[in-house]
């Protein structure tokens, strides 16, 4: 009887696991919401979901014309940056954006997730990149998270086992009207 | 040993279930100057688990729709919402949600022309619904207050609109009710595009509006696309099929090459997209997807008309 009890306690909390994540990954957003600057506002195309290593993730919206985007992203920092991103102009077909989560020496437009020191403004910026809709736009995000090998020294004979890490990445998508108008 | 066992395994999940709460709070972040700030939530201990989804169609709010209104000088008209009266003709978990999405758009349009007393009067429907449809704890005294408050002003209004927006979504996401979220989605999509189209008396081919209208195409396909990933529950399956005469008239929409497309000239650093081909409606298909669009608003609505 004991044993049953446990049995359904367990099968109770493995269900609650993820959803206790996803709330989590929820609330990151609104972390992420309530620090939005002017002349930026929070787009609710944001979005923050539970992402595990070893995945390919894709994040499809709609950009209007008529209006400035801004679109920054976040990650668990369990993933420790080690992230690919890609973004596909699906009107044209073409490749806008495509770059790592961090580099050696992180600066401006040459990785995603790793903040750096802005020499003109004199302080740290997490990137972020704009974008103009010349036209109604259809992107899709592909973020790719590769499964870390364990720190352990590798030989010949050993392989380093395969680490799942879990953790919320978040889109997040600010607008503001077109500089140049319609 | 049976007692030592129920111990060990209790004294586990206790530790897994504290980890996450403090995960979630108190962990120390690194925060920039620009607002960035390292994810508070890490989990290196969780493997495996089922049904992660791994595409995510976004759907824009109808405040998205309702930005665009003001530019394009289009008129306010109380007689393109729902009436608030229709609320008691929503008795079961579909028309309840539905009607929850289509009043959200009719208090984000209220909102756009700053019409404070209509947007009060929608925000008692909507708060009553959400009532019905188990998400009533949004409406906390703070939010009530806010409204109450609120000053004749588009921003004020909008923002107080658009905040209350967030919170539902939050809370939906909060108690993984996927396809309740789903449902809003659709009902506050199709009103805010029922809005638009009702507001334009005649056609003209370039028309920023009308091209509002057409690219609603490619939000339109996000959201078909979105509903079928939640297509296991029944209420979504009958909404997509309510939806296919609209999918019909999308589909037969031409994109063309835009003629003589320049470069716009952006500012440093903007990545252009777009800008090649553009989304056409003809005056015919406008006709038709007005007609389409009323016909099903009006019998999901329970209008007369």
Not at chain 1, 60 to 76: E, H, N
Not at chain 2, 70 to 96: C, G, H, M, R, W
Not at chain 2, 123 to 135: E, F, M, N
Not at chain 2, 142 to 163: A, G, H, P
């Amino acid at each position: 009887m004991k044993i049953m009890k446990m049995k359904i306690l367990i099968l109770m909390l493995a269900f609650a696991l993820p959803y206790t994540a996803s709330a989590q990954c929820t609330k990151k957003l609104d972390f992420h919401r309530l620090r939005v600057k002017q002349p930026w506002a929070y787009n609710n195309l944001s979005k923050s979901a539970t992402c595990t290593s070893g995945n390919q993730y894709e994040f499809v919206l709609t950009l209007t014309k008529g209006k400035d985007y801004r679109i920054q992203f976040f990650a668990a920092s369990v993933f420790n940056n080690t992230m690919n991103f890609k973004i596909i102009d699906m009107s044209t077909q073409k490749t806008v954006m495509d770059l790592p989560g961090n580099i050696y020496e992180p600066g401006a437009g040459k990785q995603v997730l790793t903040d750096y020191f802005d020499e003109d403004r004199g302080k740290m910026i997490h990137p972020y990149f704009d974008f103009f809709p010349a036209s109604t736009a259809k992107l899709k995000i592909i973020i790719d998270i590769p499964v870390a090998k364990q720190e352990i020294e590798a030989s010949d004979s050993y392989q380093a086992p395969e680490q799942k890490n879990r953790g919320c990445l978040t889109v997040l998508v600010l607008d503001k009207p077109a500089s140049g108008g319609w | 040993m049976n007692q030592k066992f129920v111990n060990s395994v209790f004294i586990l999940l206790a530790s897994i279930f504290i980890l996450l709460q403090s995960c979630g709070e108190s962990t120390e972040n690194t925060k920039t100057d620009d607002g960035a700030i390292d994810e508070l939530f890490d989990d290196a201990s969780l493997e495996d688990i089922p049904g992660d989804n791994l595409t995510f169609y976004l759907i824009p709010s109808p405040k998205d729709m309702f930005d665009f209104t003001n530019d394009e000088n289009l008129p306010y008209s109380l007689e393109v919402l729902n009436p608030v009266e229709n609320a008691d003709k929503y008795i079961d978990t579909k028309t309840q949600e539905l009607g929850f999405g289509i009043y959200s758009a009719d208090l984000a349009y209220t909102a756009a022309f700053a019409k404070t007393k209509d947007a009060i009067k929608y925000l008692s429907v909507v708060r009553d619904l959400s009532d019905k449809i188990g998400i009533s704890s949004v409406f906390d005294e703070s939010l009530v207050q806010r409204f109450d408050n609120v000053e004749d002003s588009k921003d004020s209004l909008m923002s107080v609109t658009n905040d209350t927006y967030f919170d539902i979504v939050k809370h939906l996401e909060l108690n993984d009710r996927k396809s309740s979220l789903a449902l809003i989605s659709a009902g506050g999509w199709l009103e805010s595009l029922y809005i638009v189209v009702n507001l334009i008396d005649e056609y003209k081919e370039d028309d920023k509006t009308i091209q509002l209208i057409a690219d609603q195409k490619n939000i339109f396909e996000n959201l078909i696309l979105y509903l079928e990933q939640n297509k296991d529950d029944e209420n979504i399956k009958k909404i997509i099929e309510d939806l296919k005469p609209i999918q019909k008239i999308y589909n037969g929409l031409e994109e063309v090459d835009i003629e003589n497309a320049t470069k716009p000239e952006v500012a440093a650093g903007q990545i252009i997209i777009g800008g090649a081909r553009k989304i056409v409606i003809t005056k015919e298909q406008f006709a038709n997807l007005k007609q389409i669009i009323s016909e099903i608003r009006n019998k999901l609505t329970g209008n007369n008309v």
